[in-house]
């Protein structure tokens, strides 16, 4: 018997099948990890994906599998096709798509179960009897109080792990033949805190309408289009139990690392231990052990950010992508797969539903739905009657001309005390983070950059430190200017830090927490901000994106964006569409379980984003929004292919983009009907931790699929020396 295997390595040169014998004594399945030979006298790691009678090669030549990595196929048949589906459809290699199934510390075998010696009594009766006056003397004093206090406890309360017992005396114990060890695994669990089931909540008579449409429409993939706090959740959670009572699994996707603790409570108070978590923000332990538990059918529901799209669940009955509209969904590095597109094949491949949920579908969402393609369920009103919150915009210009020149407006302030002085709470939303944006020396016009991006540094003040957002990169504050040699540099800009400090002085009384980069980057500590605000040890919470999603505070009556124009002024065709997104998102936080008010703030008040979220009317921008697209020949309508190098190098890089170009020429003449435009530039940010960037844009008309396995076709060969190159069809980032 022969093993057809695919080695752990993601190069384009060895992206094929190799054969390997299996030796008699091995028991090999497709998806189980091997170790095998690989060119000259190298072991590598490999993940066998068939299994045939006769080789396609010599015999002779064929050499035999090593050893297998585990007792148990790491991945099923479902998900070896589905890495197949990924190479091609993301124009990868096998390996790199096989990559996704599994935990990355379990390659190379840098993580395992975990394991703690556990110690048990093995005599009972008239022998442990004997055994305690033995440690005793004859003037009945105890001789041995540690090893009595051992016995005692595993009396008492049966097996006991060995740290929590006298090392010692547990020794003596085993040499006495009293006790016994033996190890035993012992789960990492991500979130430890208890939680009580809850009886499911009577449905409204709109919730049970689309429940039932689910239930019976036959149709597979719907798109719940719900207003924030119209009820979505209790959707979903009815749909995954419908899944598991028919012996099926469910997967449920959340955006962001911060709402999965608030999902994943949710969750756990239906469905007690099933659950497992899967996000990057788990150590490797316990993202080992999530995984583990999901392959051993001991968690039938799996919640995670956009890689547990790939978690081994079998028998998949509903997937669930919530909040589908954030660009989170697409991946950050090659290849760029969208957990969109991952979830409809995983639902095709086991005619599973498939439900997406978003208070603001992504246009193009939205699009296919009214096309046809998903069954649109529409939930307007929200729970209890409750009126979606009143929307005040504020002029910022305004405020400058009245001599405002703090980042709070007269307005916000205002309501900010109001909030206060009912003893309610507030969120205040602003997507830079720090202190200051960037530092300008006034007399000669230097601006402090980091030494490895094209970007400025931003200061943060709580460390007084300047630091790059992009590399990471940190620079001490100069108090003269290193160009000139002036004391004339000024701090530019506002960010979180510096309205947390602003409002510590308008509002000294106030209970202020921060959630951005700087303050989540230890773990849970998403968490334990969320149980902070949820619990009201806080008064007002201040943050970046990550507070618009889905976060519920039933105290919050005040949500404001502070500078709605810096999502407006991104150079994207999309930034109308995230511009309305977040403003209703984090207007949305307000007014949950009583009425509420949201503050908007905008040098561009007349805007027709601004104009239609503060009115709540997604319809109505949905209509504006996908006229201009189709004027402007836009997606839906059209499709990007971006094809991005990089290099250390500026001229390198330059002349791999003409090279590129110059064999692009040669594919896309017989196609050039369908092109819309070409267009080779610099990236907005020229130079990231050292690389110099440049981007090839190509526009295309819709259909042109043959066109687009050309230019892949080009990709694949093409090959310059220290130059980096990627591909990505319709980039969420188009600088």
């Known amino acids: 018997m022969y093993a057809k295997v695919i080695v752990d390595i993601s190069h384009t040169q ?7 014998l299996i030796p008699q004594e091995l028991h090999i399945e497709p998806g189980m990890r ?56 993301y124009n990868t290699t096998l390996a790199s798509a096989l990559r996704f199934m599994i935990p990355s510390q379990l390659r190379g075998a840098k993580v395992g179960a975990k394991t703690q010696n556990m110690v048990s009594l093995i005599v009972s009766g008239e022998e442990l009897r004997e055994a305690k006056r033995a440690l005793y003397k004859q003037n009945g004093e105890v001789k041995f109080p540690k090893q009595l206090e051992v016995l005692n406890k595993l009396k008492m309360e049966g097996q006991q792990p060995a740290s929590e017992l006298n090392a010692s005396a547990v020794k003596s114990l085993v040499r006495k033949g009293l006790v016994a060890t033996e190890k035993e695994e012992v789960l990492r669990t991500p979130f430890k805190h208890a939680v009580e089931l809850i009886e499911d909540y009577t449905l409204t008579d709109t919730q049970q309408e689309i429940l039932d449409t689910i239930r019976t429409s036959g149709e597979k993939s719907f798109l719940l289009h719900g207003a924030t706090g119209s009820g979505k959740t209790e959707i979903y959670i009815r749909v995954i139990r419908d899944a598991l009572e028919k012996g099926k699994t469910a997967l449920m996707l959340v955006p962001e690392i911060s709402l999965t603790p608030q999902t994943y409570k949710f969750l756990k108070q239906r469905f007690a231990e099933k659950v497992a978590v899967f996000h990057s923000g788990l150590s490797a332990g316990e993202r080992y052990d999530e995984w583990m538990k999901v392959k051993r059918g001991q968690a039938r529901i799996v919640l995670g950010a956009r890689s547990a799209v790939f978690a081994p669940l079998e028998n998949l009955g509903v997937v669930i992508i919530d909040e589908e509209h954030e660009t989170s969904y697409k991946a950050d590095n090659y290849p760029k797969y969208t957990a969109h597109e991952i979830a409809k094949k995983r639902c095709d491949m086991n005619d599973a539903i498939l439900i997406l949920g978003s208070a603001t579908p992504q246009i193009e969402t939205y699009y296919r739905a009214c096309q046809g393609e998903m069954h649109i369920l529409k939930m307007p009103q929200r729970l209890f009657d409750l009126a979606l919150p009143s929307v005040e915009i504020v002029d910022l210009r305004r405020e400058l001309s009245d001599g405002n020149r703090t980042a709070i407006s007269g307005s916000l302030y205002e309501a900010l ?3 206060l002085a009912q003893g309610k709470q507030a969120m205040l939303f602003l997507n830079r983070r720090g ?89 849970d500590a998403h968490l334990k901000i969320f149980e902070q605000f949820a619990a009201h040890k806080a008064d007002i919470l201040i943050g970046t994106q990550m507070i618009t999603k889905g976060l519920d505070f039933e105290r919050v009556t005040l949500s404001a964006i502070l500078a709605a124009d810096t999502m407006l002024n991104i150079p994207d065709y999309r930034s109308a569409e995230r511009t309305f997104s977040h403003i209703t998102q984090i207007a949305g936080r307000a007014g949950r379980k009583e009425a509420g008010k949201v503050i908007l703030q905008t040098y561009n008040p007349d805007h027709y984003a601004v104009q239609y979220a503060s009115k709540h009317d997604y319809d109505g921008f949905y209509r504006y929004e996908i006229k201009m697209r189709e004027m402007a020949m836009l997606p839906p309508f059209s499709t990007y292919v971006q094809i991005q190098f990089s290099g250390e190098k500026n001229e390198q890089v330059v002349a791999a983009v003409k090279e590129f170009i110059r064999q692009l020429k040669t594919v896309i003449l017989p196609h050039k009907h369908g092109i ?37 076709q080009v990709f694949n060969r093409f090959h310059y020396q220290n130059v980096l190159a990627g591909i990505d069809i319709n980039p969420v980032n188009m600088a």
């Open 14 to 20: 060895v992206d094929r099948v190799f054969e390997y």
């Open 34 to 89: 091997v170790s095998v030979p690989f060119g000259k006298s190298k072991m590598m790691e490999g993940i066998v994906i068939g299994l045939a009678q006769t080789p396609e090669f010599q015999p002779e030549k064929i050499k035999p599998i090593l050893s297998t990595l585990e007792d148990f196929c790491a991945l099923t048949q479902e998900q070896i096709d589905l890495a197949c589906f990924i190479k091609d459809k």
């Open 417 to 419: 005390n109001d909030t």
């Open 435 to 523: 202190y200051s944006t960037f530092v300008m020396c006034r007399s000669c016009g230097y601006v402090v950059k980091c030494d490895s991006c094209d970007v400025t540094m931003t200061y943060h003040k709580s460390q007084d430190m300047l630091k790059c957002h992009y590399c990471g990169r940190t620079k001490t504050p100069e108090s003269m200017c290193p160009k000139c040699g002036k004391p004339h540099l000024k701090y530019f800009g506002v960010g979180t830090q510096q309205i947390e400090e602003q409002l510590r002085e308008m509002f000294p009384q106030a209970r202020l927490l921060r959630m951005d980069m700087d303050t989540t980057g230890t773990k």
């Open 676 to 712: 819309i435009s070409i267009r080779a530039a610099e990236a907005a940010i020229r130079r990231i931790r050292n690389m110099e960037r440049y981007n090839i844009l190509i526009h295309l008309k819709n259909g042109e699929e043959d066109l687009i396995h050309s230019i892949y």
